[in-house]
């Protein structure tokens, strides 16, 4: 699976940005998918999950609230809506992904659980 992250840009606070995740391959329908974030001189943390089916989701708690995750199986794509965006919200954003094992519900916040990893998006958000 090759995953390209696109969608990111400059913005101002408070305003939005749709994040795309575009994976290759037939069966990305199975893969579970994060997102995850590098701030400059910071690690990279978990943003948000959905699994295969979008039936289940997750969020970091400093986007619960203004972060949306979904996904669209026919195109192939996750998506990540960001509203209400933050200075602090300004990271390079990474999109990951990964047949979910039993483990996933419980370690969906953790990039051991991704094998595949796309390129970044720069998202920078200005006050």
């Known amino acids: 699976v090759q995953l390209q992250a696109s969608g990111g840009g400059l913005v101002q606070a408070g305003g939005s940005l749709r994040l795309s995740c575009a994976a290759s391959?037939?069966?990305?329908?199975?893969?579970?998918v994060g997102w995850f974030r590098q701030a400059p001189g910071k690690e990279r943390e978990f943003v948000s999950a959905?699994?295969?089916?979008?039936?289940?989701?997750y969020y970091a708690d400093s986007v619960k609230g203004r972060f949306t995750i979904s996904r669209d199986n026919t195109k192939n794509t996750v998506y990540l809506q960001m509203n209400s965006l933050k200075p602090e919200d300004t990271a390079v954003y990474y999109c990951?992904?990964?047949?979910?094992?039993?483990?996933?519900?419980?370690?969906?916040?953790?990039?051991?659980?991704?094998?595949?990893w796309g390129q970044g998006t720069q998202v920078t958000v200005s006050s």
């Open positions: 990951a992904a990964d047949l979910p094992s039993s483990s996933w519900y419980r370690n969906a916040n953790l990039e051991r659980e991704y094998y595949y």
């Open positions: 391959g037939r069966t990305f329908s199975s893969y579970a």
């Open positions: 959905i699994r295969w089916d979008g039936s289940t989701v």
